[in-house]
């Protein structure tokens, strides 16, 4: 009885099993490798621009590619440094400083429609480019914040694959 209890917790606290299939999905960088600091080039101290991309493996029922880069160790909480949805899923490549032809720029935490580089205020903190695959296109104004782009993926996640690296000031 315990045992199927602990199954029936464990099947209500699992969220979209279509969310949690990260098996096909790539995403990496010509420019660094997982957990390698970012080169000062993609950063506020630097020409902050946003850095190649190289994108693989996109399920064949996606519709479009959505990407979220943000920075968990900021001293206030989560920092987004980039929003991006409907980027066509034929894309492999996004290259430095540019977006692929009908990808929708959504705001940072800048309050910018663009890229905004790594700028830690002291110490490494760690930033994650977060690649999602979804099963449909999204409508969504220019306003569109993180919260509100994970909002509309919700329940359309096919893929999600994500590239961390960190940043150090001093």
Known sequence: MKLLIAMMVLTLTVPNLKEMHMGMLTISSPAFDHGEAIPARYTCDGADISPPLVIGKIPPAAQM?????????????????????NIPVQTTEIPENGLPLGASLGRNDWKRNSYGGPCPPSGTHRYYFKLYAIDRTLQLAASTTKIDLERAMEGHILAKAELMRTCRRR
Do not use: C, E, S
Not at 67 to 85: E, K
């Open 65 to 85: 590619l959505a990407l979220i880069m943000d920075d968990p160790d900021a001293p206030a909480g989560t920092w987004v440094h980039w929003v991006v949805w």
